[in-house]
């Protein structure tokens, strides 16, 4: 990330109270990640330890990633009523999908709480669009195939 | 900045219903996160083009969530003079039938739910009418009002949602909107205000239940140099999704709320923190900041009364624990979401160290109808102890899944079987969550039990924020103990070692009794480690922790017996 980008986020939220979070969630959202000399430089530039940086960054692991994100997102509902329609097995499913041909390096798997539409339990979010379990596997394969 | 007089509102009113009662077609289509994981996006794009080629001339407009949520994709359709019709379960393969139907002005019966003739504004008291002639080709088609769905409610808190486009200030104007941010305003001293909410006798809908007007009152008595209020967006149970379709739906009347208590308490700058990961519903909130600053609404010297309020959005970072007070004000200082011990209470030393007032999203929208009606009005609803009404999240082993809102006092029973159609064929109910993870289980038998905060903590549960979590009899109620702690385990802070030990260690023992390796004195252990957790945790999420664990030992001891005795899993749920 260079320099320039950075200076404009921490611009952006200069009159912002507690403006942390909201620079990170810029970075993230820019970068896909929060690179080490990132948390260097506001360190400097915030005047904020660099250990609070990285208590902050690491307390929200929902929302911020010190590593580079893979390209597509697999989010597998663990909300209650998905549990009750057996979401605890759509997990299994689907990281096994996502890991068949060895070590994946395409997906970042993740396990979240309630997308609101219960009605359709148990569903698997991939980049951002709701799905059931038959057409989530479809589009893993899909992906996997777009690959090669 | 502009400073509206009553005339702005009155034009942006009139406005407003120009546009809800258009001189041309206009299709309303639900696209609240249910319908759009049902394809509304595909059939807005259908609609989209089988009107331009069969020439007809509409408008579609994205509407939020009505509630019916086992309908989805819902559309609505509106023709000048007629009344209002809504359609169910639209696919775009039945989009182009649909579309051929309007061309055709007749209708499209094998999916018409119900139509609408008129409507009640629930803030004014007015009715709004879409025809005055009756048609008598629909009078076989219930009205909204006869139809199952909507006949056991009172959509006080939902008066919007699905109805109006929730980008568009014009038509929360027309459905009464910012009409009791004036009369606060210029009517009203802030005494009278906190007065009449605590009249109305409007208790918190995030869970604790403690009285708002008094929760005002404090914070405004308190001393400090600024004074903050917040709205609690931050919903992390899982099981849950109705703020963040009442944000989508209507997200004014959270804003009206917050100017007219903001006014009442004496601060002049109010933080919405909404959970990480709702882009939807983060952008319909940063459109209607701006849209409610552009008028006027928030800014300096609102409706020249000399009160200035000012709106800020932040985001959070995920956690469960942020839903907590404390950790919600650490997150927004942008610290990590830790509580802290609360000996000395936030509305005396919130955010920043100043008096803060913290609501959740359903209580704030209470307000302005509280404004509106008066106390009077809104103290007949409900029961003694609990007033008004109650959004509830229907979901779990139930045939229609669905977002409703019911006076207080309207039994479990009731809600699954009018509003949710009852349990699917072949099983029976045998446990009610409601209140989320903080909220014991109930069995079949307590199902009598009426919506009230009082009666439901008599039963051993809690209101909560109102996800009702419905299970029936192939439920194995230690593996769902196993499922909370492992959902509390996570989200635990870890800042105190009550519940950063104690959870983790009942998780291990329920896994255990799920596995086929727990033993008789197991059941001893969880009992004291519920003891200590209630006892020693510093924020409510521990305290709160053993709840369901607690309550599954004593509602389905046998069910824990057998688990251990036996080795086995009377619903086969659990791995043995």
Redesign the interface.
């Known amino acids: 990330m260079d320099i320039k980008t950075l200076d404009e986020i921490i611009e952006r939220h200069k009159t912002e109270k507690g403006a942390l979070v909201s620079i990170l969630h810029d970075v993230q959202k820019h970068e896909g990640y929060l690179p080490e000399e990132v948390l260097h430089h506001l360190s400097d530039t915030l005047h904020l330890p660099l250990s609070e940086l990285a208590r902050v960054a690491t307390y929200f692991e929902q929302a911020f990633s010190l590593e580079p994100r893979r390209n597509h997102t697999i989010k597998v509902c663990q909300g209650t009523t998905c549990y009750l329609k057996y979401g605890d097995q759509v997990v299994t499913e689907i990281r096994d999908e996502a890991r068949k041909e060895g070590e994946d390096t395409l997906f970042n798997l993740e396990v979240v709480r309630c997308r609101g539409c219960c009605d359709s339990a148990p569903v698997v979010e991939i980049d951002g669009n709701i799905l059931d379990r038959e057409s989530a596997t479809r589009t893993i394969i899909k992906l996997k195939g777009e690959k090669k | 900045m502009k400073v509206p007089h009553l005339r702005d509102l009155q034009k942006l009113k009139t406005e407003g219903e120009k546009l809800l009662r258009p001189r041309t077609l206009r299709i309303q289509v639900g696209a ?3 319908a ?3 394809g509304a996006r595909e059939v807005i794009t259908k609609l989209r083009d089988e009107l331009s080629q069969q020439k007809v001339d509409a408008t579609i407009i994205s509407v939020g969530c009505i509630g019916i ?2 309908e ?1 994709p819902i559309v609505e359709v509106a023709t000048p003079g007629k009344p209002k019709l809504t359609y169910g379960r639209i696919t775009p393969e039945q989009v182009t039938s649909l579309v051929k139907a309007i061309a055709k002005g007749s209708v499209y019966k094998q999916h018409l739910l119900y139509r609408t003739d008129e409507e009640e504004i629930i803030c004014t008291g007015k009715t709004f009418s879409y025809t005055s002639k009756t048609q008598p080709d629909l009078k076989k088609i219930p009205t909204k009002k006869e139809f199952k769905f909507f006949k056991p409610q009172l959509r006080m808190v939902l008066r919007n949602a699905g109805l109006i486009n929730p980008a568009c200030i014009e038509e929360y104007c027309a459905r009464g909107g910012y009409a009791a941010l004036y009369k606060a305003l210029t009517k009203m001293t802030p005494d009278k205000i906190i007065d009449e909410v605590t009249k109305s006798g409007l208790r918190g809908r995030g869970g604790g239940g403690f009285p708002t007007g008094l929760k005002w009152k404090t914070c405004r008595e308190a001393k400090g140099k600024e004074k903050y209020v917040l709205c609690n967006c931050s ?8 703020h ?2 009442l944000i989508e739906s209507d997200p004014h009347s959270i804003l009206e709320g917050m100017i007219i208590g903001g006014y009442a308490i004496g601060a002049h700058e109010g933080y919405i923190y909404l959970h ?2 709702n882009p939807s519903a983060k952008e319909k909130l940063r459109q209607a900041i701006e849209q409610a600053t552009a008028y006027g609404f928030l800014g300096v010297n609102i409706f020249n009364s000399g009160f200035s309020f000012s709106i ?1 959005l ?7 624990v942020c839903g907590e007070s404390t950790a919600l004000m650490a ?8 509580p802290r011990p609360k000996y000395i209470h936030s509305v005396e030393k919130g955010l ?1 160290n100043n008096p803060t007032n913290l609501n959740n999203v359903e209580t704030w929208c209470n307000v302005p109808l509280i404004i509106s009606r008066g106390s009077t009005w809104y103290s007949k609803i409900g029961t003694t102890g609990s007033k008004g009404t109650k959004v509830i ?1 229907l ?3 139930i045939n ?3 977002l409703v809102e019911v006076p207080m006092g309207t039994t479990l029973k009731e809600i699954i079987t009018t509003l949710g159609g009852g349990i699917p064929k072949g099983s029976t109910l045998k446990a009610i ?1 409601i209140g989320g993870p903080p909220a014991g289980v109930l069995p079949a038998s307590l199902a009598d039990t009426p919506l009230d905060f009082d009666e439901l903590n008599k039963a051993g549960s809690l209101l909560g924020s109102g ?1 009702m ?1 419905v ?1 029936d009899d192939k ?1 194995c109620m230690v593996d769902m103990a196993k ?1 909370f702690m492992t ?1 509390l385990e996570e989200e635990s ?1 870890g800042r105190c070692v009550p519940c950063r030990e104690g959870v983790k260690r009942m998780r291990e023992i329920l896994h255990g009794i799920t596995t086929g390796i727990g033993s008789a004195d197991d059941l001893t252990l969880l009992q004291q480690l519920s003891e200590c957790l209630a006892k020693a945790s510093l924020c409510d999420l521990g305290k709160s922790a053993p709840a369901i664990v607690r309550s599954t030992m004593h509602h389905f001891s046998e069910e824990y017996q057998t688990h251990i005795e036996r080795q086995v899993c009377p619903v086969k749920r659990c791995p043995m």
Request: proline share 4%; glycine share 20%.
């Open positions: 609240a996160p249910c759009i994981a049902k949520c086992y989805e919903e992390g149970d899982p099981g849950i999704g109705m963040k379709s990480h990961g800020t932040k985001e959070g970072a995920g956690g469960y997150s927004l200082e942008g610290r990590a979401g830790e920043w999240s979901s779990g082993h229609k899944s669905c969550q996800g979590i299970m439920t499922y959902f802070c």
